[in-house]
């Protein structure tokens, strides 16, 4: 089994691909150095595996390359960066956590 996993920016989407395959994609837009993320979806046949998990961290870990501050609009982004605070939320930014419920960063 081959996970791929790559950014569409001409459809402002990320997309994760098994065997060739999209498996799903995390939707987002870009206003300034905001990424949000606005929408998670797997494909039926492959729920259970753990691919929306990987699709959302290398969403992440791509906008904290490339400089960029996240709003996790999607519930399941929003989700994935709560489980993990330690290496997601300072992404988020100061002015957009109170809107999200969560914490202040140290």
């Known amino acids: ?7 569409n920016p001409a459809e402002q989407r990320y997309e994760i691909l098994q065997d060739g395959i999209r498996a799903g994609l995390a939707d987002y837009t870009i206003a ?9 979806e797997t494909s039926s046949e492959f729920s259970g595996r753990g691919l929306a998990r990987q699709l959302i961290g290398f969403a ?3 906008a904290r390359a490339r400089g960029l501050s996240v709003v996790p609009v999607c519930p399941y982004a929003l989700r994935v ?26």
Do not use: C, K, W
Not at 32 to 40: C, E, K, P
Not at 81 to 106: C, G, H, K, W
């Open 1 to 7: 089994m081959t996970i791929q996993i790559q950014d």
């Open 60 to 62: 992440l870990d791509d």
């Open 32 to 40: 300034g150095d905001r990424l949000s993320i606005t929408h998670t």
């Open 81 to 106: 960066i709560t489980e993990n605070q330690a290496e997601y939320l300072d992404l988020v930014p100061a002015d957009e956590r109170a809107r999200f419920s969560l914490p202040e960063t140290s």
